[in-house]
Every structure is written in C-alpha cells, then in structure tokens.
C-alpha cells in the first residue's frame, strides 16, 4: 500500500477515535471518579486538568480532540464557557451528587487542610458545615480564583453556578450515586457511553463496570460515599439546610 494512503488512513483513524469531552459539577461530587469511567469508555488516558478548575480557556480547547480526549474539571456555567463549548462542539457531562453528602465531604475535606484556609483554622467539622451551608464564600474563594464565589451566600448559591449547564445542548447530567450503586451503575456507563457516540456491548460495559469500581477501591481507603451526611449533620444543620436549600432539593430531585 501507499506509504502516503497509509498516513491518511492513520490520520483519519486518529481524528475519527478523536473525543471532545469537559467534566462539570460542584466540587466534590466525583468528578475525578467520572473522569475516570470516562477515560475507561472512551479506551483513552489523554485527559488533562482544567486549568483554575472554573473557566474553560482558548487554548486549551484548541488542543481537545487533539492533544487531550478529555479536560477535567468544574467549570461554571457561565456565557464564555458555554460559548467556548459550543464553538469547539464538546460534550459536557455534568455529574450531581446530593446536597447533604456534597457538603459533609466538603467540610471534612477543609477540615483535613485547616491549616492552609485561613477561615477555617481554628474551627472544627461541625462550624466548618454550618459555613458552608449558609454562606461558604469565604472558603471556596481559597480554591477557586473565579470572583463569582465572592457572591456566593450558602449552599443554593454555590449550585447555581452550575445547573445551567441542563438547559444546555450537548449536556449529559449523571448522579453520582448512579455511579457507585451497584445496581444501576452499568446503565448509568451505558448512558454515557450513548451519549459520547459510543458503540459498546453490555457486556464490555459490564466489564468496564467491574474493572472501575475495582480499580476505584484499590487507590482509595473508604467507599464512595452515599448517604454519609448522616454522621456529620445535627440536627441543627438540618434545620438551616432546608432553610436554604428545601428548593434545590426539589430542583435536583433529591
């Protein structure tokens, strides 16, 4: 054959095997674990991080599909995000985990580096989560330089700046605990793997299924976890959750 026919092929192979993929959420609702289905799916290890985590840039969308399948991150749905999406024809999965988990792992993670978030130096788990629910600005401003978090006054605020993304095209929204359950985890991979254009069989998506969670136990030392807030929240918290949350609840289905 050709030796330039046989570039071309290769060529076109490389951009047909091509993915445009951005991960979404709040932070701690398992992006990195659906970044790592993903990478699974799409039989690919060329992701790369979001850079600030929160605005989708230029350059590093002129290099997805090409230099990286997959950019992982949280990034906001703002008009230069959505435009920057569009413009570069990527699919965004967008992966929700239940409020009162989100922020329980949220608090013991701040919590874990107290000492290097000024407003939580000297506060233990239980006033850490009362921040968060009723204002969190003064935390999220530590990892994030995006100034939108300045405007954000508890735990509705903070979603808001993601569920845009629904309204959107090109815009898969998962559930965390989709993911992890043991009994609806294959069809929510199955959901993806429709969604990216992906033609799989049961079966290789039952395997990818077993092989990530496998894979998933053996980097990290505590299950995913579902339902955890129970241990963190008193009743106290409860009562200032729904105060401000009762609606995003609803919105989300939780």
Known sequence: MNRHLITLLALTTLHLNAHRIITTGAPKSGINFLADCICQLINSTKKTSIKGDMEL???QMQRLGRDYDLLVGT???NEA???LAHRYNAKVVYIVRNPLDQLASTAQTIHSYRRHVPAAKHKDVSAILMDLIREGADYYRQQYDYTQVNDVHGIADLYALWQGWCDEPNVLVVRYEDLVNDATRARALKTIADFLGLSLSQQHIDN????MFGGYFSFFKKKPSVGGW???FTPQH???FKLVASDLMQTLAY
């Open 57 to 59: 840039t230029e350059a």
């Open 75 to 77: 990034p906001v749905c």
């Open 81 to 83: 995000n959505v435009a």
């Open 208 to 211: 990818i299924s077993k092989k």
């Open 230 to 232: 129970k241990k963190v």
């Open 238 to 240: 409860v009562a200032a």
